[in-house]
């Protein structure tokens, strides 16, 4: 058994493998401390006929078929310890390789980030900060019946894959009517969390707060258009941790110039960071954040956590909890 770390950047390996792990890893998984890249597996075609496992996170090179088949002849699984594996999964697949990934792990933070943000929405926190900053303390006052804060109120929640099922038990606690679209979510699913199915046009007309957690894909972009946004309510909320792709930004970026009693919360924007000079900047009532929802820090170590157990699964003959199929790559993020 021999297994490698494969990274172009190998200050991603040390962030978020610990050494405890990193050392777990190289007792259990014959695990070479060395990062290799790409360009170290064309400069050494022979070097690496012998790796059975790959561990990686971001920064994970696309490897081309003929690549894999020729360079890794012995690999059995890739062990990423990220989020999405869309850029360089498929190729791994077609050549028979298992891959897995701690989507899991990274979806936590991000579900704990959107909750927080749901809550203090509701409260009204975000525009009321901004009024009592610039001395509008009587508007305040008035603004306190307008925000109805969250028992009973209705949240909606788009796309409810991983993060969006998390997002939809972790609101449980809070007596939220949590509404959802997904076209992909089944009655049983829906039941078990809770959550009611509908439209688009009903989340953003009915629910003031409204939470992106669409897939990313082709299907997906600019989905989320002023045809949905002119619906939202009064003193509503629009929050993004998806994928700044999704959403037609002119359009939220006009609704927010037009209605300054709708907040837009963007951890994520369609390029990141905006350009210079995108009304985002200047709209008092848009707040953005540097894409800070996922796993930052230590928060990162349980990626590799979530792997190194996989890898223990994996090679023990038990049932894996994260594996990656050519199918899941059709509806995930």
């Not at 890893?25 to 496992?53: I, N, Q, W």
């Not at 059995?76 to 792990?105: D, E, I, M, N």
């Not at 788009?158 to 939809?168: D, F, R, Y």
């Not at 700044?244 to 110039?257: I, K």
Request: hydrophobic content about 40%.
């Amino acid at each position: 058994m021999r297994s490698i770390f494969l990274c172009e950047k190998d200050k991603n390996i040390i962030k978020v493998y610990s050494e405890e792990t990193v050392s777990l890893l190289s007792e259990s998984a014959a695990l070479d401390r060395t990062v290799f890249t790409k360009a170290d597996l064309l400069e050494d075609p022979e070097g690496f006929s012998d790796v059975e496992y790959i561990f990686s996170t971001w920064g994970m090179p696309t490897l081309e078929e003929s690549e894999i088949r020729t360079l890794l002849p012995s690999l059995k699984c890739v062990f990423y310890a990220a989020g999405t594996v869309q850029k360089f999964a498929r190729p791994f697949l077609a050549c028979g390789v298992k891959v897995f990934s701690a989507w899991a792990a990274n979806a936590i933070p991000v579900a704990e980030f959107t909750v927080a943000e749901i809550i203090l929405a509701n409260k009204g926190f975000y525009r009321q900060s901004r009024l009592m900053k610039s001395g509008e303390h009587k508007l305040c006052k008035e603004l306190t019946e307008e925000y109805k804060g969250n028992y009973g109120e209705k949240v909606g929640l788009i796309g409810v894959g991983m993060i969006g099922s998390l997002v939809a038990e972790m609101l449980k606690a809070y007596k939220l009517n949590v509404l959802v679209f997904d076209p992909f979510l089944s009655d049983e699913k829906a039941e078990r969390l809770g959550v009611k199915k509908t439209s688009l046009e009903e989340i953003f007309s009915s629910c003031r707060v409204v939470s992106n957690h669409l897939a990313n894909n082709e299907q997906t972009k600019r989905m989320l258009s002023g045809k949905y946004f002119s619906l939202m309510l009064p003193c509503s909320t629009f929050i993004n941790t998806g994928r700044g792709a999704q959403v037609v930004e002119e359009d939220l970026a006009a609704l927010l110039r037009e209605r300054p009693d709708v907040t837009a919360l963007l951890d994520v924007t369609y390029p990141e960071p905006p350009v210079d000079g995108h009304p985002f900047y200047s709209l008092p009532n848009c707040v953005l954040t540097p894409h800070i929802a996922g796993s930052l820090a230590n928060e990162t170590h349980r990626m590799a956590e979530y792997m190194a157990e996989e890898f223990r699964l994996y090679t023990e003959g038990l049932p894996c909890r994260y594996e990656v199929t050519e199918k899941m790559l059709e509806t995930m993020a």
